[in-house]
C-alpha cells in the first residue's frame, strides 16, 4: 500500500488520521497544477480557497460538534507538510487560517480551567463558538492577523492597534504588517490592544468582516518566495466592530495563550512541516533527476559521478535530520501524558524551529547545485523550493535568535521568547 503523503512525516497514523489526511491527499493534484502560475503572476488562487472549504479541510483542527474534522496538531503538521510539497504558499495561507482555530480551542480550555468568572465566561464562549463554527459548520477561511512591524526590546511582537470603545462595539486604528490572505479571506481575525491599556493583559481579538469599510491592504507583496500568499498586511482605519465580533475582555488574550503546550498557542512546528515538504519534494526531484538522466560516455546515471553522490549523501543527511527534528516536536506537544516537563518544551521549540528550517534549506541548495545551471530557470522545482523554502529562514524568528534565547533560558531560565512571556 502506498504511503499518503504526510505519513512521509507522521509515520504512525491512526485510522481517523488517515481518513483525515486522505482528503488531504485528494486535493494536491489540482493545488500542484495552479502552484506555478500563482508563483509566477504573485497571487493567492480564490479557487484554492474553494477546494479546501469543499473538502472540509477549513476546519480540520475545529472540534466535530462545530462542524470540523476534530483534527489535532499531528494532522495539522502533516496536512501542511503534504501542501507544502505541492504548493508551499497555499500551504502557508493555510497554516494561518487554521491558527485561527487557537482562539476558540484555547478559550473553551481557559474556561474550563476556571480562569474567567462567571460574568465573563459567557461572552468568552459565545466568541470562541462562533470563530469554530465559522470555520467548521459554515468552511469559511479566517485570516489571522497580530504581527506588526513596530518591535521593541521586551517583545518580538509589540501589538500597538487599538481598540477604542465606541456605541454598540469598537474601533480599530492600526496597521498589521503580515498576514496571509488579504482580501480573500472571507473574515480578519485581528488582535489589538484596549485603549489605555499598555500591557499583555489588554490584548484582545476582534473579528473583521472582508472589505469592511476603513480596511485595506499594506503592501503589494513582490516577495523572493511564497508569492503566492497574499501577505498584504493589514491597515485598519476607524474600523467599527459589533460587540458580538469583539471578545475584548481585559487577560483574555493571556488567559487563552496559558492553555497552550509550548510557546504562544502550540502550532509552530506546523508552519515549519511546510519548508519541510518544500525540501521533502525538491529532495525527490533531484533523486530522480540523478537517477533518469546518464552521462553521455558510460551511460551511467549522473548520481553515480563522485560529485554528485557526495550532495546526494548531504542532500539525505540533511533531510532527515529536520525530519526528527519536527518529528520529536510533534512527539513533545502532542504525547499523552506529556513526555517531558513544561519547562522543557519551551526551549525545544525555539531551537527546534531554527533547525528544521536551515536544513530544508540546505537541502534545497544541494539539489539546485544538481540541477545546474538549467535549474536556475524560475519554472523548474529547484529555484521554486529555494526561493520558498527561504522564507522559513525569518518567518516567525532567525535561527540564531532561537538558539540564543534557548541558551538564555537554558543558563538564566528566562528569556525574550515573543508570546511566551504572557503565559507567566
Known amino acids: 500500500m502506498n504511503k499518503l503523503t504526510a505519513e512521509h512525516l507522521i509515520e504512525d497514523c491512526t485510522p481517523k488520521e488517515q481518513a483525515i489526511l486522505q482528503r488531504v491527499e485528494e486535493v494536491l493534484p489540482t493545488l500542484k497544477a495552479r502552484s506555478q502560475a500563482m508563483d509566477r503572476d504573485g497571487y493567492l488562487d480564490p479557487e484554492n480557497v474553494r477546494l479546501l472549504s469543499e473538502a472540509g479541510l ?21 496536512t501542511c507538510f503534504a501542501i507544502g510539497t505541492v504548493c508551499p504558499s497555499t500551504a502557508l495561507a493555510y497554516f494561518f487560517h487554521l491558527t485561527s482555530a487557537s482562539r476558540g480551542n484555547l478559550s473553551l480550555k481557559a474556561i474550563d480551567a476556571g480562569l474567567f468568572d462567571p460574568r465573563e465566561e459567557p461572552m468568552v464562549r459565545a466568541f470562541a463558538e462562533k470563530v469554530l463554527h465559522t470555520m467548521g459548520r459554515d468552511r469559511q477561511w479566517l485570516a489571522n ?31 498589521k504588517s503580515f498576514g496571509c490572505a488579504t482580501g480573500i479571506a472571507d473574515r480578519y481575525l485581528v488582535a489589538a490592544s484596549l485603549d489605555g ?16 469599510t476603513g480596511t485595506r491592504g499594506r503592501i503589494e507583496w513582490n516577495a523572493l518566495g511564497m508569492r503566492g500568499t497574499a501577505t498584504e498586511g493589514l491597515v485598519l482605519e476607524n474600523v467599527f466592530v459589533a460587540d458580538e465580533d ?80 519536527a518529528r520529536r516536536m510533534i512527539d513533545i506537544e502532542t504525547a499523552e501524558p506529556p513526555i517531558v516537563p513544561q519547562d522543557d518544551v519551551i526551549p525545544f521549540w525555539r531551537t527546534c524551529k531554527g533547525q528544521v528550517a536551515e536544513y530544508s534549506f540546505k537541502v534545497t541548495q544541494h539539489a539546485l547545485k544538481l540541477a545546474g545551471t538549467s535549474g536556475t530557470l524560475f519554472s ?3 529555484s521554486r523550493a529555494l526561493r520558498d523554502v527561504a522564507m522559513g529562514l525569518v518567518q516567525a524568528f532567525p535561527a540564531e535568535r532561537g538558539r540564543l534565547e534557548t541558551a538564555q533560558l537554558l543558563v538564566e531560565g528566562t528569556g525574550q521568547t515573543a508570546f511566551d512571556s504572557l503565559r507567566k
Not at 197 to 207: H, I, P, R
Open 58 to 78: 477549513l476546519g480540520l483542527v475545529v472540534p466535530e460538534r462545530y462542524g470540523g474534522l476534530g483534527g489535532g496538531l499531528r494532522e495539522w503538521a502533516g
Open 145 to 175: 492577523f497580530a504581527s506588526e512591524s513596530v518591535k521593541s526590546e521586551a517583545a518580538a511582537i509589540t501589538i500597538t492597534t487599538k481598540a477604542s470603545r465606541v456605541d454598540g462595539g469598537w474601533e480599530l486604528n492600526g496597521a
Open 197 to 212: 491599556m499598555d500591557d499583555a493583559s489588554g490584548l484582545c481579538t476582534f473579528m473583521v468582516k472582508r472589505g469592511a
Open 246 to 325: 469583539a471578545m475584548a475582555i481585559p487577560g483574555s488574550f493571556v488567559k487563552m495563550c496559558s492553555q497552550s503546550r509550548t510557546g504562544f498557542v502550540g502550532n509552530q512546528v506546523a508552519a515549519s512541516s511546510i519548508y519541510l515538504g518544500g525540501a521533502f519534494a525538491v529532495y525527490q526531484a533531484a533523486l530522480g533527476n540523478m537517477r533518469e538522466r546518464k552521462f553521455q560516455d558510460t551511460g551511467r546515471p549522473l548520481g553515480t559521478g563522485p560529485y554528485q553522490r557526495q550532495l546526494i549523501g548531504d542532500m539525505y543527511a540533511d533531510l532527515h535530520t529536520a525530519l526528527l527534528w
Open 380 to 382: 523548474t522545482p529547484f
